[in-house]
């Protein structure tokens, strides 16, 4: 069984930074992709990036060029930079992993923008 723990959720003014981090029990290399997705009230959780095995990297255009995905081998962690912040990334951030067929999840980190 896999675990996700995520980290560095928080409040930060709009045109900030956080730094969110997902540490898995697993190694890293064993999933096919490691993740961020967000929800927001009433919403489908929705892709915000995604890295794969191989150091494929894609982004929803909603953040694209304001985040950035990183892993490190050696924590087993997963990172999502999150600079420019705006009101709209307001919502709750999950970490995923794909180790098809089966996809893990951690327990979510709230992300709050003021403006």
């Known amino acids: 069984q896999v675990q996700l723990v995520e980290s560095g959720g928080g409040l930060v003014e709009a045109g900030g930074s956080l730094r969110l981090s997902c540490a898995a029990s697993?190694?890293?290399?064993?999933?096919?992709?490691l993740g961020w997705y967000r929800q927001f009230p009433g919403k489908e959780r929705e892709l915000v990036a995604r890295?794969?095995?191989?150091?494929?990297?894609n982004f929803a255009d909603s953040v694209e060029g304001r985040f950035t995905i990183s892993r490190d081998i050696v924590k087993n962690t997963v990172n999502l930079q999150m600079n420019s912040l705006k009101p709209e990334d307001t919502g709750v951030y999950y970490c995923?992993?794909?180790?098809?067929?089966?996809?893990?999840w951690g327990q979510g980190t709230q992300v709050t923008v003021s403006s």
């Open positions: 697993g190694r890293i290399f064993s999933f096919n992709a």
């Open positions: 890295i794969t095995r191989t150091g494929s990297i």
């Open positions: 995923n992993a794909d180790q098809g067929p089966l996809i893990y």
